[in-house]
């Protein structure tokens, strides 16, 4: 996949009339698969270049700091996770505050229009862009023959709620409160794909290695929102080596801990990874935390969990 990070740099001589996909695509969720499922088709239809473009910070960091979710996905596990869909091309656009001061017309013509020559436009039903997201659907299709592109909105997507025997609409803003404080494996659904969370293995305090469970300790950004306190099974790359694990996150109740960590016990690890690249993808959600009146009650229910996650992955 090529990535341009600069817009600045970008020469519109480099495009032809692409097919071009607007949004944060944050957690790169089942609704916005649907749209890059699009972008890929129509791209290959034109045979034209498809081109989703998408922003860094999170533009809610910039106009409203005091008030920006935590992040599904980091630029970098974003960027993973398009490439594995098969988008050939992703513009980053560094949205500072002169981006954010854009109107939406303004938006339009100097980056879709001479930036990008876009000749196609594909969003979902509830686009909205330029300064305070004034830019809608409506306009879009304004433009179009103002500007001579095509545009297809695609329809939300929605999952099904086994609570209310009803359907209800795929959303970051959803997935983030399903996988903070809800229903973990519901937030998978809807997201499609295992969690991704992309640190630095960093070392303990080996209470882990004392209970023969040795864990890596993993530091991630301050922007990605980690999962509600738990134990969870996953898997993980590192050193372009794969491995099961068994995941927690949260404090140590049973050593009077309150720090909040994310630890990892890595089946069959047999190197040395600290300060390593880590690539975790998280699966499934198996208990909550407790608090154990001994380290040996602790070892085995760990012993419990462990059983439980080679049973999910089918290892022995």
Partial sequence: MHVFLDIRKIDVQAFDK????????????????????????????????????????????V?????????LTTLEEKLYLL????????????????????GPEEFLEEILVKKLNVGEIIVGHDHAFGKNRTGKIELL??????????????PAVYAENSLT???????STKIRKELKEGDFNKGIKMLGHSYPIWGKATKGKGRGKTL???TINLSTPPVKLLPKDGVYSAKVEIKEKDYFVMLYVGAKPTFGDSSRSVEAHLFDMAQDTIDSEVHL????????????????????????????IKEMFHIN
Avoid: C
């Avoid at 106009?63 to 992040?71: C, G, I, L, R, Y």
């Avoid at 025997?165 to 959303?171: C, L």
């Fill in 212 to 214: 023969d469970y040795p």
């Fill in 281 to 308: 993808f998280v699966e499934s959600w198996i208990r909550e935390p407790q608090k154990f009146g001994t380290p040996a009650l602790l070892k085995d229910q760990l012993k419990a969990d462990e059983k439980k």
């Fill in 165 to 171: 025997a009803g359907r209800e609409r795929i959303s």
């Fill in 83 to 102: 490439e594995k869909l098969g988008v050939k091309g992703t513009l980053v656009i560094n949205f500072d505050k002169e981006v954010s001061e854009l």
């Fill in 141 to 154: 299709a304004e433009a179009s023959r103002k500007y001579n592109f095509q545009l297809e909105v695609i």
């Fill in 18 to 61: 692409p097919v071009v996909s607007l949004g944060t695509f944050d957690g790169v969720h089942l609704g916005h698969q649907a749209i890059i499922k699009r972008l890929l088709e129509r791209s290959k239809e034109k045979n034209k270049m498809g081109l989703l473009v998408t922003y860094e910070p999170h533009p809610q960091s």
């Fill in 63 to 71: 106009v409203a700091p005091e008030s920006a979710p935590k992040v």
